[in-house]
């Protein structure tokens, strides 16, 4: 049936319907070719070529796409230019005088800038807003690791006793020869020229002993503690287990062949003064704290510990007892503040703002944090307010929505041309690991100046089923190779969205591609902080 088959419409109706629409397609079209002209746009889409149940061309997603194929972006050196061209929040209007851009779909922006007019009402969760393309799984931890990294690290000196866990901001350089002077690396004697020697009963070198003593004559010997000073012209230290002392004619003997130099630490064997220890981007681990003090450091200029908040979302959420009512437990308010220290950040205590738009944007506008946290909120719901605060108070969406599974609907926006960021995580518990691994990791790497992490493939055993379309990430343990074999990772069964059982079991999210792998098949895998050390990785997963 045609649309003059159907009852009830003249063709006078129908003519008039036509114009309608005619007169709206040509509108749009001039919109379109007006968009195209002032912001840069190829070409406008032709309506003729759209075709029911096709998606329209999106000019925000081509332009996302195309400067995630650029190359990493200089955040601080952007920031730095907008706000020398003298654009209100960082949004610089073009030289035709027009309103500044919306980095999300390149219109004229009409945002509120978060300093102004922060009681306006906020637009509903279910407005229509842009679609924003979906960057791949490895493109969406490029982007979040460029931002991390937009510019140069701050430094602090920190004491010896608060250093533990920051990241070096320089290289760490010897202050002195170390040893700094020739030192015994055993009890025993120190002796000078050929055997056998005299020594002197009562006598001896101890650690922490003054200024270097006399020369040792040849033929004589003296006792030496480890870590005493040698005196000059000793030509080895003996072990006491190696000597044989006659006391009746005060000599001493070896028991096995004296090689010149044996058990002495010379002075600039480990390091000089001015070596390199460790470079800049190196964790502050125990062993470097007694490094760096050995070397002659009181303090050390570090990275300061990313700050992070965390805002849990969602009325359906409870703190405490059993679920109940369609009432379920928050376990992301208790697993994400620890998961975030691992990473390196210092988190305050977790806020539950409900579903209330006005909080959140509160919340936002009036953190101090680097980065910030959210639980849910992140999809197109009735009552995900995420992407309307975010609209509202002028942030701008680096990443909106990952090809991975779980997790898709994650988000990563810069709030203000100075910070902070936002990562917004999915409510599902897996899925929200999903994005702390994808999102979260690689921005707090960059902002407390780790080094990227070198990925790492194991074999897997079992076939892994994949999206047709989307990365997976699934849960992984650690097994040793058995007779002859390979240490392999195993894949776990509890691995939904919406689950945390196989992860609290895991080792590792193994990186599954589209269309899924088959047993016997290298993957890559995902670190977890507290991971232990496995046969194929230098050290542990940290």
């Not at 979302?313 to 975030?340: F, K, N, S, V």
């Not at 041309?417 to 702390?436: E, F, H, I, K, T």
């Amino acid at each position: 049936m045609t649309g003059g088959d159907l009852p009830g419409r003249s063709g006078t109706a129908d003519s008039a319907v036509e114009r309608a629409t005619a007169d709206a397609d040509a509108e749009e079209l001039a919109v379109e070719q007006a968009l195209a002209l002032v912001g840069g746009h190829s070409q406008p889409r032709n309506r003729a070529d759209d075709r029911p149940g096709d998606q329209p061309r999106n000019p925000a997603g081509d332009r996302a796409r195309d400067r995630a194929d650029d190359q990493p972006r200089d955040r601080a050196g952007d920031r730095a230019r907008d706000r020398a061209d003298g654009g209100a929040n960082g949004r610089v209007p073009d030289r035709a005088g027009h309103r500044p851009r919306n980095p999300v779909n390149g219109r004229p922006d009409d945002r509120v800038p978060r300093d102004q007019n922060p009681t306006d009402p906020l637009p509903s969760p279910d407005a229509d807003r842009p679609s924003s393309p979906t960057l791949p799984w490895d493109r969406a931890r490029a982007v979040a690791a460029r931002a991390g990294r937009g510019g140069p690290p701050a430094v602090v000196r920190l004491s010896l006793d608060r250093a533990l866990g920051h990241v070096l901001a320089e290289p760490l350089a010897a202050l002195t020869d170390l040893p700094s002077f020739d030192t015994s690396a055993m009890d025993g004697w120190a002796v000078a020229g050929p055997d056998p020697w005299t020594y002197e009963e009562g006598t001896g070198l101890r650690a922490g002993d003054g200024p270097a003593t006399a020369p040792l004559p040849d033929g004589t010997a003296v006792r030496i503690a480890t870590g005493a000073r040698t005196p000059a012209d000793t030509t080895a230290v003996i072990r006491s287990e190696h000597a044989h002392v006659d006391e009746a004619r005060g000599l001493l003997s070896p028991r096995r062949p004296v090689v010149t130099g044996q058990d002495i630490r010379s002075r600039g064997q480990e390091c000089r003064a001015g070596d390199q220890l460790v470079p800049a981007g190196t964790v502050v681990t125990p062993a470097v704290l007694g490094l760096a003090a050995a070397a002659g450091y009181d303090a050390l200029p570090a990275v300061p510990r990313p700050r992070a908040d965390v805002l849990v979302l969602g009325d359906e959420l409870l703190a405490a007892g059993l679920p109940h009512d369609g009432l379920i437990r928050d376990a992301l308010g208790p697993m994400l503040a620890p998961w975030l220290r691992a990473l390196g950040a210092e988190v305050s205590a977790p806020r539950r703002l409900g579903d209330d738009a006005e909080a959140l944007r509160t919340a936002l506008t009036s953190s101090d944090a680097d980065v910030i946290i959210t639980t849910g909120g992140t999809a197109s719901g009735p009552v995900d307010h995420v992407h309307p605060v975010l609209a509202a108070i002028g942030a701008e969406l680096l990443v909106d929505g990952v090809a991975v599974r779980p997790g898709h609907p994650m988000l990563l926006a810069l709030l203000a041309p100075d910070g902070p960021y936002l990562v917004g995580l999915p409510g599902n518990p897996l899925a929200a690991v999903s994005g702390l691994l994808t999102l979260a990791e690689p921005l707090l790497a960059g902002l407390a100046g780790r080094p990227a992490q070198d990925a790492y493939r194991a074999l897997v055993h079992a076939d892994v089923p994949g999206h047709p379309q989307d990365t997976r990430l699934v849960p992984v343990v650690h097994r040793a190779g058995g007779a002859g074999g390979r240490d392999h990772v195993a894949p776990l069964r509890y691995n939904g969205p919406a689950m945390l059982r196989g992860i609290a079991a895991a080792d590792g999210l193994a990186v599954v591609p589209p269309g899924g792998v088959r047993s016997g098949t290298e993957v890559e895998i995902l670190d977890l902080p507290w991971a232990p050390a496995t046969p194929w990785t230098e050290g542990c997963f940290t």
